[in-house]
């Protein structure tokens, strides 16, 4: 069936999210987005989890907090990249976590939201983890921030420098103190930026292993190492919340907390099936709080499906900026933030792996069309074994009802599933040819009848 599709729909035109911004209001509001690491959706206090996160928790109650929030990937570079050009992982030419011996990175002809700001008059600053690419070319001041100070990849990588606007520092950084480095930099660039507008994007190192919490934050708690860096990245929202108080910018600030995927060894996923590295729900799930008080009012529960692809077209229509001339996936989610609706058209999502198109969801459904036959970071399996099958057949799930993913639906639902691949194919022509070469190849292999949920299994293997 997958195949019969792929051929029929091919040529369909494809769907993009509009590239027009509404009119911003007259006073463009300071944006701050703060981006943690591995980050679980079940690892803050105000999802459910036992550690002690007052700080996020006064984000929520004073704003909004989404309760079916999606990062566009898994895995860390390619989140980063959609986070930062509203387009999919793919699209940005960054399908995979960039390692430091690498020479690509983030695609030179993509603008990022840095660089949509700074044309609309706002300040720009990085505090933290780029991981987009490690050239001169790739590097956060020549992507939209007129200041960038951190690290150029994940804690796990070596060499780990502190860099400073494209200068060495810090040579071998110590971990442990990371998040208080990000923090008393991005303190600093608020103060000075008090006039205003300003973005400052604040992405975290933590709670990526390796577990270092600085030795202040090495107290007891629920969950060890892992607890200490949430309450230590809590802690530093507390101290940026308090700078943007200090200089009397509350009311016209927006501060957003997010993280870039779901947990890898520890965290919790909030009882979603998955972890990094899956297209499953604790995977790609991940908290989301915002708060402005002039833009969201106090108490908003969202439990409308939005995409860190949006943040980028909110951003333009808060700032009064044009989108890039660029494909954009995603919509302007201020009416949900705001309450103006509780509901909010737009195409279909797609979770990628790579260049793989693994699923789809739509309104409250999802639909899983292929899958790895074996599951991530497997250090006794060479990489070379793990390759991308089709399903034998689609398999649907409610993931407002089943956020499990345990009950298969598809059979009782067949509109669903022809409407969802439908509108999958109909995307396909627009996307970049990898994803297409990636799946007409998938779509290619014969597998093995294996139960809904399964790991598939290619004929005769």
Request: net charge neutral; proline share 8%; charged share 20%.
């Amino acid at each position: 069936m997958l195949r019969r599709h792929f051929l029929s729909r091919l040529g369909a035109g494809v769907v993009l999210a509009s590239q027009q911004s509404a009119p911003a209001s007259t006073a463009q509001p300071n944006i701050i987005l703060i981006y943690a690491d591995d980050l679980g959706y079940g690892d803050l206090n105000c999802y459910g989890s036992k550690l002690r996160t007052p700080n996020i928790n006064k984000l929520a109650t004073e704003g909004a907090r989404l309760t079916h929030f999606y990062s566009a990937s898994a895995v860390c570079s390619p989140a980063r990249a959609a986070l930062l050009t509203g387009g999919y992982p793919a699209r940005a030419g960054v399908p995979y976590v960039v390692s430091p011996g690498d020479t690509w990175g983030l695609d030179e002809s993509r603008k990022t939201m840095g660089d949509m700001l700074q044309a609309a008059g706002y300040r720009t600053m990085i505090a933290g983890k780029w991981h987009l690419g490690n050239l001169k070319q790739h590097s956060p001041n020549q992507r939209g921030f007129h200041e960038a100070v951190g690290i150029p990849y994940s804690s796990d990588m070596t060499p780990l420098h502190y860099v400073v606007n494209e200068t060495v520092t810090v040579p071998n950084v110590a971990v442990e103190g990371l998040t208080a480095r990000y923090t008393e930099d991005a303190v600093d660039f608020i103060h000075r930026s008090k006039d205003g507008p300003f973005f400052l994007f604040m992405p975290h190192s933590a709670p990526h292993i390796p577990l270092a919490p600085s030795s202040r934050f090495r107290r007891m708690n629920a969950m060890g190492l892992y607890g200490n860096c949430v309450e230590e990245v809590d802690w530093s929202v507390g101290q940026v919340m308090k700078a943007v108080a200090d200089n009397g910018l509350e009311a016209n600030t927006l501060i957003i907390f997010t993280s870039d995927n779901g947990p890898w060894y520890q965290g919790s996923v909030g009882g979603l099936r998955g972890r990094k590295g899956q297209t499953m729900e604790g995977g790609f799930r991940v908290p989301l709080v915002a708060k402005c008080p002039n833009l969201i009012p106090k108490g908003q529960v969202v439990e409308t499906m939005a995409t860190a692809l949006d943040l980028m077209p909110t951003f333009a229509r808060l700032a009064g900026a044009s989108l890039p001339g660029q494909p954009i996936d995603g919509v302007d989610i201020l009416p949900l933030l705001s309450g103006q609706t509780a509901t909010l058209d737009r195409e279909v999502f797609l979770y990628f792996d790579g260049y793989h198109i693994q699923c789809a969801r739509l309104r409250n459904w999802k639909l899983h069309i292929s899958r790895f036959n074996l599951p991530p970071y497997l250090r006794s399996v060479p990489v070379s074994l793990r390759e991308n099958l089709p399903l034998p057949r689609p398999e649907l799930y409610n993931v407002v009802d089943d956020p499990t993913e345990s009950a298969e639906a598809g059979r009782d639902n067949p509109e669903i599933v022809e409407e969802i691949l439908g509108r999958i194919w109909a995307l396909l022509p627009g996307l970049p040819e990898e994803v297409r070469t990636a799946w007409e190849a998938t779509s290619k292999i014969a597998v093995e009848p294996t139960p809904a949920g399964a790991y598939p299994v290619r004929a005769g293997g």
